[in-house]
């Protein structure tokens, strides 16, 4: 039998919805080292090969507009059940593809699921829990996140140093099973029937456009976007960056993740460690000065050095990382707090913007920088001063109250039948 929503502690949900939010790490990261094996196996050219990432990608910011709300109507268990069912499906496809055709649509396949676990995990947390409880919930869900960017890469180098690049999907097969029969048994219903709101078009298209005219929520989501894009520009650029600029070769990569998550990690850890002794804004601030600081040793290492070299070239990633981790999580509370009685449809909203910043960041912004460490910095700076920008220009952060049944009855008079 499930949990309860009520008779749940937080250190009993945290590694669940972590361990749903790492399938998309798991589905791009771990497939990497199995590259050139699949293009020779299935007769693809390096564009049908860059595809597999792109396809997933799409999947992921197309049902990303759906998730949410899906679980608002229907109730998050069911949602993040089926999205986990349909992810081992899909990865079964991937395993057993024989053409590229079939492992494209496959991957398309495979991101429409994945989004189930991350966006509907951000509602299940923020129905089940309250202001700062709620901010260190999603920060020890941020810590445990963060270290799967680097481990999928390896788990998919020794996968694939024993067995062929299908092994890599039939691990996703495996580990889609696992959470499966975890969700199962662990997963609760936080999200009551009589919360619920009907799935109905015009109604849908009512709530996204209350939601995107919300201009506090759009600047808030505009600022973590771009903190973490002033990260991910680097990240995107990390084959141009470890191997022609710090000239570490193949094997250099851990010399950039492995700093960098720490540095995230160290600040997931304190952000949910001040949840308690101080305000979310002044939380979110002194994120924002970190990340200042990070961005200053950047800028100032690369202004004296044309050959940028380990480990001072990375220990800046380290600061601003966690500088972002500090200032995410309180910003994502409040964030989901304008829409209290449509928190999937504003997490869904959230992610499927975020996901389209990291295209622009990785697929515009990266190749026009990349030609020199410097270009790079300065990018990064862009960003995050256009994030600083965003967070100037909304109101304080706050957590909000729970609904009450007025908000409810006024909610409904506003959606359209």
Not at 251 to 263: D, E, K, Q, S
Request: include cysteine.
């Amino acid at each position: 039998m499930p949990h309860s929503a009520t008779d749940l502690k937080p250190r009993a949900i945290v590694p669940l919805l972590a361990a749903l939010a790492m399938f998309g790490p798991f589905t791009i990261d771990s497939f990497f080292p199995a590259f050139a094996e699949v293009a020779t196996s299935l007769h693809a050219n390096p564009w049908q090969m860059q595809q597999t990432i792109s396809a997933y990608l799409l999947g992921y910011a197309l049902m990303s507009f759906l998730h949410g709300p899906l679980s608002d109507a229907h109730g998050r268990r069911i949602v993040i059940l089926c999205g986990v069912g349909s992810y081992i499906a899909a990865s079964i496809v991937c395993t057993l593809a024989p053409n590229i055709e079939t492992l494209l649509l496959a991957r398309l396949w495979q991101g429409c699921s994945t989004g189930a676990g991350m966006i509907v995990g951000r509602a299940i947390i923020r129905d089940r829990f309250r202001g700062s409880e709620a901010q260190r919930v999603m920060s020890w869900v941020a810590m445990l996140f963060g270290i799967a960017p680097a481990l999928a890469p390896i788990v998919g180098a020794i996968i694939h140093g024993f067995a062929s690049w299908r092994a890599i999907f039939a691990f996703m097969v495996v580990y889609g099973a696992l959470m499966l029969w975890a969700c199962v048994r662990l997963l609760p219903e936080t999200h009551a029937p009589a919360a619920r709101v009907p799935l109905r078009p015009l109604s849908l298209l009512a709530t996204y456009r209350r939601i995107a005219l919300d201009r506090p929520f759009m600047l808030w989501i505009g600022a973590t976007g771009l903190f973490f894009g002033g990260q991910f520009i680097y990240i995107s650029s990390a084959p141009v960056f470890i191997e022609q600029f710090l000239k570490l070769g193949a094997f250099g990569y851990a010399w950039y993740f492995v700093p960098t998550i720490a540095g995230m990690t160290f600040g997931s850890a304190l952000s949910a460690r001040l949840a308690a002794q101080t305000s979310p804004a002044r939380c979110a601030y002194i994120g924002l000065l970190v990340m200042v600081a990070g961005q200053a040793i950047n800028l100032a290492y690369n202004a004296v050095t044309d050959d940028p070299a380990v480990p001072w070239a990375v220990l800046p990633f380290a600061i601003y990382g966690c500088g972002v981790s500090l200032a995410t999580p309180p910003i994502n509370v409040a964030t989901l707090d304008r829409h209290p009685l449509h928190r999937g449809a504003a997490a869904s909203v959230q992610s499927a913007m975020w996901s389209l910043m990291m295209v622009f960041v990785s697929g515009v912004a990266a190749p026009l920088a990349h030609d020199s460490p410097m270009h790079l910095a300065l990018a990064s700076l862009a960003f995050w001063t256009a994030g600083a920008l965003c967070l100037w220009l909304g109101p304080q952060i706050v957590f909000a109250h729970p609904p009450t049944r007025e908000d409810a009855a006024e909610s409904e008079l506003e959606e359209p039948v």
